[in-house]
């Protein structure tokens, strides 16, 4: 079966980390670039960070740099957002998406992903 499934999301404080989990079929995996995206309530989903993959190639949202970093493990077909210094704005729900082509000028749009996951809440406290 073809999908992808989160997995890590919780309650933490400010300045706190949490490590999320993305978990994709051996097909997607090996095909696409991985991707982490978010969306807080009453807001639009924004792109945080992707992968190539190859594992080769990275970007991140301004708003994370320096404070997330992206992953992949080939052994579990599964892709890592390890985030740190988290801030109460970082409060939403994650995603994870799977992309055919990598592009810095396609990444960003929630239209170049063909797969998505169920999605993940995090939630930071003050």
């Known amino acids: 079966q073809v999908q992808v499934v989160e997995s890590g999301g919780g309650l933490v404080q400010a300045g706190g980390s949490l490590r999320l989990s993305c978990a994709a079929s051996?097909?997607?995996?090996?095909?696409?670039?991985m991707a982490w995206f978010r969306q807080a309530p009453g807001q639009e989903r924004e792109f945080v960070a992707a992968?190539?993959?190859?594992?080769?190639?990275?970007d991140f949202a301004d708003s994370v740099k320096g404070r997330f970093t992206i992953s992949r493990d080939n052994a579990k077909n599964t892709v890592y957002l390890q985030m740190n210094s988290l801030k109460p704005e970082d409060t939403a729900v994650y995603y994870c998406?799977?992309?055919?082509?990598?592009?810095?000028?396609?990444?960003?749009?929630?239209?170049?992903?063909?797969?998505w996951g169920q999605g993940t809440l995090v939630t930071v406290s003050q």
């Open positions: 998406a799977a992309g055919r082509t990598y592009s810095s000028g396609r990444i960003y749009y929630t239209s170049n992903y063909a797969y």
């Open positions: 051996r097909q997607i995996y090996s095909n696409y670039y």
């Open positions: 992968v190539s993959a190859s594992g080769g190639r990275s």
